[in-house]
């Protein structure tokens, strides 16, 4: 069966510090990948999406990237965090093919302080 | 514009009560509509997924329904429990696309 990991559960960091938060799936192949950011009583916000290695989207302009090292690997990241990056992450995969099931990891989330 | 508006915003009911939960969209064309549900700081697990031709779908105490000429669905949980507390959110998403549109989720609490 395919499993969906993401990590850390929670982290708190400084202001002007990198970031690197990673998702994994097992049990699938060629998944497409997602961030989503939700934030306090809003909805969820799709940051990237991916259909392969290498292969990213960006939805909104932001502070923070993504990369896919690997097929099953989804990483995002930024090189300098601001307050309003603070935030619950999540990452899910879905195989692509319509009406098929949409994963969610477990989310990180993320202080900025 | 594609949007999914829920209601209603927060909920609380007694444990062993039924409620539902009420989820309007403007997504065209249509695909599919999923309800999720989400405990606190997790991930949204999902409840039920349904296509245009599906007008009710249930996952034990949770039953949903799907009007596609309304573009209404509904999300009805029988004998509430305490473990039903949690934010469930509708989600829908266009044909031909993997992008799904998020509603903004209804928050439920059971208490004793």
């Known amino acids: 069966s395919q499993t969906i990991h993401q990590w850390p559960a929670t982290l708190v960091q400084p202001v002007g510090s990198p970031l690197s938060l990673e998702c994994t799936v097992e049990g699938t192949s060629n998944p497409n990948l997602y961030w989503y950011r939700q934030a306090a009583g809003r909805g969820l916000q799709l940051l990237f999406y991916s259909v392969g290695i290498g292969q990213i989207s960006s939805e909104v302009p932001q502070n923070l990237s993504a990369s896919r090292p690997q097929d099953r690997q989804f990483i995002l990241s930024s090189k300098k965090l601001l307050l309003s990056d603070s935030g619950f992450y999540l990452c899910?995969?879905?195989?692509?093919?319509?009406?098929?099931?949409?994963?969610f990891g477990s989310g990180t989330r993320l202080t900025v302080v | 514009k594609n949007q999914v508006e829920q209601s209603p915003q927060s909920l609380i009911i007694l444990e062993g009560k039924n409620c539902t939960l009420q989820?309007?969209?403007?997504?065209?064309?249509?695909?599919?509509l999923r309800w999720y549900k989400q405990d606190t700081g997790r991930g949204p697990v999902s409840l039920t997924i349904?296509?245009?031709?599906?007008n009710t779908k249930s996952n034990g105490r949770y039953t949903a329904t799907l009007d596609a000429d309304t573009k209404q669905s509904s999300l009805h949980i029988t004998a509430s429990q305490l473990s039903d507390s949690a934010s469930y959110i509708c989600v829908v998403s266009a044909r031909n696309t993997d992008k799904l549109i998020f509603g903004t989720g209804t928050r439920l609490q059971v208490f004793p």
């Open positions: 349904m296509t245009f031709s599906e």
């Open positions: 899910a995969w879905s195989s692509g093919r319509v009406n098929y099931g949409y994963t």
């Open positions: 989820c309007n969209y403007t997504v065209s064309p249509f695909s599919n």
